[in-house]
């Protein structure tokens, strides 16, 4: 991507500059995570029409969709998104439709109102800046009938382990970009999104897989 891109968002979005940094790591740090992740994305395979991947960071979800899938990619992080366009390439991957680099915040810039499906994301609005805005924005580009298939993390349901995800929030917001300490469904609420499925993907509630559609 040109220098202009990354300069000008990494002015407004100083976190930018760790996930460049760090996207040649992050599938080491996943690791330790993904068989948890692994058990929600397996819903990925029956997924089809157009799809609209959110922070698809390196590209772990691409090889889950099913062949009837037509999935655009995107994240950005121009360092995350070649490296997924190098995943997908390395299997072969025919129903990739295209990666774009852009801001979850603005995706009036790159896609047209009620354009996809589906929308996913993998632990992607943990570090989305606004993380409000950017639902209000995955909301315009539903179809009416559409859906938002998510895995992501937040504050589990028992207080006394949110109490110790707050002492480490502000740590991890800075050492890696995330924070650990999100009220997923509240924020889907507040959004416009009503939550069709709820299921934890760990004993604690910290990571869900999640389905949502739009409010009538």
């Not at 599938?27 to 799809?51: C, T």
């Not at 502000?170 to 469904?185: E, S, V």
């Not at 069709?196 to 559609?213: A, C, K, M, N, T």
Request: glycine share 6%.
């Amino acid at each position: 991507m040109k220098n202009s891109y990354k300069k000008k968002m990494s002015n407004i979005h100083p976190v930018l500059k760790l996930y460049d940094k760090q996207a040649d790591s992050y599938d080491v740090w996943n690791s330790m995570m993904e068989r948890i992740f692994s058990k929600g994305r397996k819903i990925f395979a029956r997924l089809k029409g157009e799809i609209l991947e959110v922070g698809a960071g390196t590209g772990l979800n691409l090889p889950y969709y099913g062949s009837l899938a037509q999935v655009t990619v995107l994240d950005w992080s121009p360092r995350m998104l070649f490296l997924a366009k190098l995943r997908a390439r390395n299997l072969n991957l025919k129903f990739i439709k295209s990666f774009v680099i852009g801001d979850i915040q603005e995706l009036n810039k790159n896609f047209s109102e009620a354009s996809f499906d589906y929308i996913t994301s993998t632990c992607t609005f943990c570090s989305v800046p606004d993380p409000i805005r950017g639902l209000k924005e995955l909301s315009k580009l539903l179809k009416p009938s559409g859906r938002l298939v998510q895995i992501e993390h937040g504050i589990s349901y028992f207080k006394p382990i949110n109490l110790i995800l707050g002492l480490f929030d502000t740590l991890m917001a800075k050492w890696r970009g995330f924070h650990l300490t999100r009220n997923i469904i509240l924020n889907l609420e507040k959004s416009g999104f009503k939550v069709l499925y709820e299921i934890p993907l760990d004993r604690f509630g910290i990571v869900r897989f999640i389905v949502s559609e739009l409010k009538s």
